[in-house]
């Protein structure tokens, strides 16, 4: 095994050389060179980092205390809110969606709206030419916007570019169309993604640029390529919602500087995307009568109280397995419920296609949501209207008990806004003194089918 070799380090200016001298050749100080113990000893000698040593990081205590980050707001109230508060500086941002939902419009209008605020702002497309990003701007009114254009999918030159123009905020759409010449394969492959994404936030954080990247999605709403990209990252943002629909919903994943799960509201107009400051009414616009089947949820998304409208039909099924169709909630927490009702309650679907919808499209992931499907459920079975101002909320156990739920006096308030004036909710929910609302509260379901359905 070759003999590791020794290196000498001045101890005034951590100059390293190879042999031992009584004056640093750096510095110019005497006695100050002193012989470093290599840093690994076992090994291969190109697998560990041998002799070579670094510089010594500066550590701090947990009682340091440290200004909040500065934030730029744009002025599109639900863009800022998703991000925390506004854009932080050398953060890096990565946007995913479905092909044509409207990434790069929003991207295109969010730069905009921050050069207006005074960033110098640098829109990157690989997918479009900058006369097709120009005629976007165009038509939605912003083609005075001070935002310079690049159509390029060289990595080596975009970079060397953004270090002569020294921007505050570039965009990249999208990073699946980036490449780096140092890697051998295609445009868009897991190598070629992890590298371009790599060299970009390490570009960002060096230079305090802050980025914000455009990714495709997969089949199944993930992002596509590595799941590491998602980890470089500082914010993972999608971008949701259905053809059908005109509204879209932007979601924060990961937020390291604001809370996860924050949703923003925009809808998808002939002059671009324009904000929802409430998201509840748009989601409620077509209740006009009490129908069976239809139960309005108190919901929490991030920090905001929505409410959502749950559509249920039952009805018996043709065939010999019956079909459980869910659309905008987690199908596995249907069956779920259904085994509750059956095995608590004593009231069977067996026979009867099942099939719950969560009205405009919205998704619902929190298990606040399961009382709400439940009342669903049960109006469509038994063909009874739930009154058409009473909001439902509240977690369901496999014993058939109800849990209360989080913040439940936003979820009161914002029911009340909209023309609520009674709820369903679990014993022991902290409802507040300030709702004014006529609330119902229920210990298990079984109490719940016996004094809203008539039966147990």
Not at 102 to 109: A, D, F, R, V
Not at 304 to 311: I, K, N, S
Not at 317 to 342: C, F, H, K, Y
Not at 424 to 446: C, E, F, H, N
Request: charged share 20%; glycine share 10%; with cysteine.
């Amino acid at each position: 095994m070759a003999k590791a070799q020794t290196n000498f380090t001045c101890s005034a200016c951590a100059a390293v050389t190879t042999k031992w001298s009584g004056r640093c050749d750096n510095c110019g100080d005497w006695n100050t060179i002193v012989e470093e113990k290599p840093l690994s000893k076992s090994g291969p000698s190109k697998k560990t980092l041998g002799g070579m040593r670094g510089k010594k990081v500066l550590l701090s205590d947990l009682s340091t205390k440290e200004a909040p980050p500065p934030r730029t707001q744009c002025g599109m109230v639900e863009l800022d809110r998703v991000l925390g508060g506004g854009l932080v500086p050398a953060s890096a941002i990565l946007v995913g969606g479905d092909p044509g939902i409207g990434k790069s419009t929003l991207m295109l209008q969010a730069a905009a709206k921050f050069a207006q605020a005074g960033l110098k702002t640098i829109y990157v497309s690989g997918e479009e030419s900058s006369a097709q990003v120009r005629m976007r701007a165009q038509r939605l009114g912003l083609g005075d916007a001070p935002v310079k254009l690049a159509a390029e999918t060289n990595l080596r030159d975009i970079l060397t570019t953004l270090e002569a123009e020294e921007p505050d905020l570039v965009v990249i759409d999208s990073i699946q169309t980036m490449w780096a010449d140092n890697v051998e394969s295609a445009p868009g492959s897991v190598s070629q993604v992890r590298a371009a994404a790599h060299e970009i936030v390490t570009f960002a954080k060096s230079r305090n640029v802050a980025v914000i990247i455009v990714g495709h999605v997969t089949k199944d709403g993930q992002l596509a390529g590595p799941r590491v990209v998602e980890h470089m990252v500082d914010t993972v943002l999608y971008f949701e919602g259905e053809r059908g629909h005109h509204f879209r919903l932007l979601r924060a994943v990961k937020n390291r500087f604001g809370p996860a799960q924050e949703i923003g509201v925009f809808e998808m107009t002939g002059d671009g995307l324009c904000e929802v400051t409430n998201p509840s009414a748009l989601f409620l616009s077509e209740r006009d009568k009490p129908t069976a089947g239809s139960v309005v949820f108190a919901g929490i998304e991030g920090t905001r109280p929505v409410l959502v409208e749950f559509q249920a039909l039952v009805a018996p099924s043709p065939n010999a397995q019956a079909r459980r169709t869910v659309v905008g909630w987690d199908g596995g927490r249907l069956s779920m419920i259904l085994a509750v009702l059956e095995s608590r309650c004593g009231i069977p679907f067996a026979g009867l296609d099942v099939y719950l919808n969560v009205a405009g499209g919205m998704k619902v992931t929190e298990p606040a949501a399961d009382l709400a499907v439940a009342a669903a459920l049960l109006s469509a079975r038994e063909d009874t209207a739930i009154p058409k101002d009473c909001v439902v909320f509240g977690e369901l156990s496999l014993s058939g008990g109800l849990r209360p739920v989080n913040q439940t006096e936003n979820r009161l308030k914002e029911a009340q806004k909209l023309g609520f004036s009674s709820a369903i909710a679990p014993s022991r929910s902290k409802a507040g003194d300030g709702t004014g609302m006529q609330i119902r509260y229920m210990d298990d379901l079984v109490g719940f089918v016996g004094d809203v359905f008539g039966a147990g």
